[in-house]
């Protein structure tokens, strides 16, 4: 069972920055696709930006230009480096992983509140 463990989140004025992190446990995290999600109550889920393994990196049009996801491999751990929040950003924040040998988990989800 891997189990992925994010932190970062918290209350940030809108124009201002914040940095997620997601622990992954186990020793193949370099070989997985990684990805931050966001979900607002009552609505769906949905993608932020994802990470391959190579380092290829994707991003919603609403966040390009203001999110960069990144990774490091050593640690274990990826990121996201939110700038310029807006209010709409607001919502709980999920890593999820991608992997086709040991499946796909998601983490337990952490809190960002842009407001003034």
Known sequence: QVQLVESGGG????????RLSCVVSGNRFSTYAMNWY????GKQRELVAGITWGRSTNYADSVK???TISRDNAKNTVYLQMNSLKPEDTAVYYCYMVSAQNGNYWGQGTQVTVSS
């Open 11 to 18: 209350l940030v004025q809108p124009g201002g920055s914040l």
């Open 38 to 41: 966001r979900q607002v109550l």
């Open 65 to 67: 230009g203001r999110f």
